[in-house]
């Protein structure tokens, strides 16, 4: 019933900027954080930004300063604004939610979405 889905993404020129986001429907109590992530073929996916509930954020040392974690006023859809794109960052950009639903607590996770940074 719960669902998380993905948009934005495509091809961008090196220096340029994109926006993603990511919405959370269904029948859930509570989003305690959110995340995006990124994975390449043959690496390992890593967290590229996260933010609680409590506005706490963290990001990855190679996108500190160009990329941006920011939640909509409902709250239940966030958004990873890219600045700067280099051509290594990309990669399978996955966006996850921490969510409360009735007693259990879930990570879920977007399908993915391809962001291609070349000239």
């Known amino acids: 019933q719960v669902q998380v889905v993905q948009s934005g993404g495509g091809l961008v020129q090196p220096g340029g900027s994109l926006r993603i986001s990511c919405t959370v429907s269904?029948?859930?109590?509570?989003?305690?954080?959110r995340g995006w992530y990124r994975q390449t073929p043959g690496k390992q996916r890593e967290l590229v930004a996260r933010i609680t509930g409590r506005g706490r954020t963290v990001y990855a040392d190679s996108v500190k300063g160009r990329f941006t974690i920011s939640t909509s006023d409902a709250r239940n859809t966030f958004y990873l604004d890219m600045n700067n794109l280099q051509p290594e960052d990309t990669a399978v950009y996955f966006c996850n939610a921490g969510v409360l639903i009735q007693r259990g607590d879930f990570d879920l996770w977007g399908q993915g979405t391809q962001v291609t940074v070349s000239s």
């Open positions: 269904g029948s859930v109590d509570k989003i305690s954080s």
